[in-house]
């Protein structure tokens, strides 16, 4: 029974692995769509039409907007079409907007997207976009951006109003001050950045100098920090962007430092994550510890079994995000959801469940279903192959240095 599961979840990998791949490539192949329809030009500026659609100076459709007795011109613009386009979280937003020519923004519509579902959805939710409508390109600067989906949010603001900025100096031959871009070391230079740099070096020390104080403060600043404060725990959808090659290398420093960390130590020293740094973790030990009186003492083949649940959890969420492009498959964490911007009632219940669970079997989401955790076993499992070669080494003789090595026999 244990060899056919293992050829199960070896065939899990590979199918794994596989769906990756050709969801990747399929994405890559996929085109953001350039033309709008007529009712989506309709809903940013009435009255022009997709076939008066006009090639030069750039890509535009004109128009006109009567305010006050008078007429402006204006035009109609899909940012995929312009330089530079709305990079996101992960990936491109293209947006269909209209402008007249004083700079005012008339209406903005999302065209296509391929953002991560959760910012994307704190963007609709806070109603971001018709808040930058009738405002002035110049003023886009102003507005406040979406907590929890800052990155996002910045983008869009910054990306639009350059293509204003284009389009005004291109069709209606405005003279445009130039942007002032600030260097893009800068956003390494944060206060979160440095608390997490703080964060994870005690995290690596707490791998080699233990101790229950100790321990716990690493736990506490994590926990303080990483959940509370950046809201950015590792999770599914982040390994996930990372498969696909698509994490926000550019626009989000601290999930650089952190997914560049997390993997490093993983394939070095193991989960160090999982063992001294997440803050989910921090909270099912301290729920143990509440409850450990309590302590539910599980057989071995029980704990074996369930052991196994999140290679299905994995696979489950793989099959869900990659070839159904259902991408809120990967928001199957309590800790996504409870270190969140924007709480859901279902997130919480899960969070509640699971830390509930936890106060009478230690770690009960790490041992049990979590699949960030499965990821990092797989990713370290290396560590095993390299011991056991250590071993028969050592087993063989051939690298021994003692006295006596030389005799027959030895």
């Given at each position: 029974?244990?060899?056919?599961?293992?050829?199960?979840?070896?065939?899990?990998?590979?199918?794994?692995?596989?769906?990756?791949?050709?969801?990747?490539?399929?994405?890559?192949?996929?085109?953001?769509?350039?033309?709008?329809?007529?009712?989506?030009?309709?809903?940013?500026?009435?009255?022009?039409?997709?076939?008066?659609?006009?090639?030069?100076?750039?890509p535009h459709y004109p128009g006109v907007v009567r305010s006050g007795g008078g007429t402006r011109r204006a035009a109609a613009l899909v940012t995929a079409e312009l330089p530079p386009r709305i990079k996101g979280y992960v990936d491109e937003i293209n947006l269909l907007f209209a402008l007249d020519e004083d700079g005012r923004i008339l209406g903005i519509k999302v065209m296509s997207q391929r953002e991560t579902p959760y910012y994307f959805r704190l963007i609709r939710n806070a109603e971001f976009l018709p808040r930058l409508t009738g405002r002035n390109a110049s003023q886009l600067a102003e507005i406040k951006v979406v907590s929890g989906a800052s990155v996002s949010s910045k983008a869009i603001i910054a990306d639009l109003q350059a293509a204003s900025n284009?389009?005004?100096?291109?069709?209606?031959?405005?003279?445009?001050?130039?942007?002032?871009?600030?260097?893009?070391?800068?956003?390494?230079?944060?206060?979160?950045?440095?608390?997490?740099?703080?964060?994870l070096l005690l995290g690596l020390a707490a791998a080699f100098f233990r101790g229950r104080r100790f321990r716990w403060l690493v736990y506490g600043l994590s926990l303080a920090v990483i959940g509370v404060w950046l809201k950015t725990p590792l999770s599914l959808p982040h390994l996930f962007q990372i498969a696909s090659l698509q994490a926000p290398w550019q626009s989000n420093p601290g999930l650089i430092i952190l997914c560049g960390f997390v993997i490093l130590t993983t394939i070095f020293l193991g989960p160090l994550w999982c063992a001294r740094l997440c803050p989910f973790a921090a909270l099912q030990d301290a729920a143990f510890e509440l409850g450990k009186k309590h302590r539910w003492r599980l057989s071995p083949g029980v704990v074996r079994f369930a052991r196994e649940l999140r290679w299905v959890v994995v696979f489950a969420a793989l099959v869900l995000y990659f070839p159904l492009r259902i991408r809120s498959g990967a928001e199957i964490e309590p800790?996504?959801?409870?270190?969140?911007?924007?709480?859901?009632?279902?997130?919480?219940?899960?969070?509640?469940?699971?830390?509930?669970?936890?106060?009478?079997?230690?770690?009960?989401?790490?041992?049990?279903?979590?699949?960030?955790?499965?990821?990092?076993?797989?990713?370290?499992s290396h560590r095993r192959f390299f011991k056991r070669i250590e071993q028969g080494i050592r087993a063989s003789g051939i690298d021994s240095s003692g006295a006596g090595d030389d005799r027959p026999g030895a």
């Open positions: 029974m244990v060899k056919a599961w293992n050829r199960i979840k070896i065939g899990m990998l590979a199918a794994g692995v596989a769906m990756v791949a050709v969801s990747d490539l399929g994405l890559r192949a996929k085109k953001q769509r350039l033309t709008p329809t007529q009712a989506e030009l309709n809903s940013v500026l009435p009255g022009s039409s997709v076939k008066n659609k006009l090639l030069k100076p750039i284009l389009a005004l100096k291109e069709i209606f031959r405005r003279e445009v001050p130039p942007a002032k871009s600030a260097p893009r070391l800068q956003a390494y230079f944060q206060p979160s950045v440095f608390a997490l740099l703080i964060v800790f996504f959801h409870l270190f969140a911007a924007e709480w859901t009632a279902a997130g919480l219940a899960l969070a509640a469940v699971t830390l509930l669970a936890a106060a009478f079997v230690p770690r009960f989401w790490c041992r049990f279903f979590c699949p960030t955790g499965a990821i990092l076993i797989l990713l370290s």
